[in-house]
């Protein structure tokens, strides 16, 4: 049974930093894919950015050069680093692993390609 457990989150005021952290167990990520998600009140969730078993990450446009996924496969922990926060970067934090790894790396930020979920952790951004 996959677990995902998020933590990290908190509250920032803009142009602050936090770094979330992913803990799995019972995944194997030698052929999939895991990501970070968010979702905000009264939006759909997107895709931040993924890091594949190929090595290869995507992230959303949003946040480029801001963000920074990365996975440490010897302690199961994926992490966000999130640097030059904005308020419209509040929203809940999603974890995300999924089973196999999609072709295009577009892909890889679609919900819909994951199938474990975190509970997921809040991040506020004050401005």
């Known amino acids: 049974q996959v677990q995902l457990v998020e933590s990290g989150g908190g509250s920032v005021q803009a142009g602050g930093s936090l770094r979330l952290s992913c803990a799995d167990s019972?995944?194997?990520?030698?052929?999939?894919?895991m990501g970070w998600f968010r979702q905000a009140p009264g939006k759909q969730r997107e895709g931040v950015a993924s890091?594949?078993?190929?090595?290869?990450?995507r992230y959303a446009d949003s946040v480029k050069g801001r963000f920074t996924i990365s996975k440490d496969n010897a302690k199961n922990i994926l992490y966000l680093q999130m640097n030059s926060l904005k308020p419209e970067d509040t929203a809940l934090y999603y974890c995300?692993?999924?089973?196999?790894?999609?072709?295009?790396?577009?892909?890889?930020?679609?919900?819909?390609?994951?199938?474990?979920w975190g509970q997921g952790t809040q991040v506020t951004v004050s401005s």
């Open positions: 890091i594949g078993s190929d090595g290869i990450t």
């Open positions: 019972g995944y194997t990520y030698s052929r999939g894919c």
């Open positions: 995300a692993a999924a089973s196999f790894l999609p072709a295009w790396s577009s892909a890889r930020l679609l919900p819909r390609n994951y199938q474990y």
